[in-house]
């Protein structure tokens, strides 16, 4: 009893760390893309047992954010950048748990470059159909994507650079609390 009132402490911590940790880098980095979204969203997938309370992560993080970053012109890009960012907890999903070795790097390949990927290839192409003045040809769809990999190109650094951050704390606590926890980093 006393291990799972712990757990559960340790569970609203986690929680409120990634989302603080998620809504200051978006604050700090907003015309980047240089931000740990995508990163504590993935953390978030590994760590939580429930999907639901994993996927609740990067909501709060856009939720909270967006109201002080410039806000969406419309629905549907804000439907595919919140989709997009939520996918990321699945993709977190595929690092619990052993499995086997030769899949290991590409797990971890997956979830520090498809994060950035999906979210290029469905947030631009929700901007062109749904929000800008390129034209709805295929040439418009290359031009809006063209303009894109710069940040595109941040996003992917943000992502490795938080990813390796996120999960190398959590080795540091694992290691730092062994005697005192007999879990405290699930993943």
Request: with cysteine; glycine share 6%; net charge positive.
């Amino acid at each position: 009893m006393i291990r799972d009132r712990q757990q559960s402490v340790q569970d609203v911590f986690v929680f409120g760390l990634l989302i603080a940790i998620g809504v200051a880098g978006r604050w700090a980095q907003p015309e980047w893309c240089f931000t740990p979204t995508a990163a504590a969203a993935v953390f978030a997938g590994c760590y939580f047992s429930r999907a639901a309370t994993a996927a609740m992560v990067p909501l709060a993080i856009l939720a909270i954010s967006d109201l002080v970053l410039p806000a969406y012109d419309n629905v549907p890009v804000l439907i595919a950048t919140y989709g997009t960012m939520t996918l990321a907890v699945f993709l977190g999903r595929l690092l619990r748990g052993q499995h086997a070795a030769t899949s290991v790097a590409a797990r971890w390949a997956m979830c520090g470059l498809l994060p950035a990927t999906l979210f290029f290839l469905v947030t631009n192409f929700a901007v062109w159909a749904f929000q800008s003045d390129y034209p709805k040809t295929f040439a418009g769809l290359g031009q809006c994507y063209l303009r894109a990999v710069p940040f595109f190109r941040w996003m992917v650094a943000g992502d490795l650079f938080y990813l390796a951050v996120l999960f190398g704390c959590a080795m540091l606590a694992r290691v730092r609390f062994a005697g005192k926890a007999r879990e405290v980093v699930r993943c």
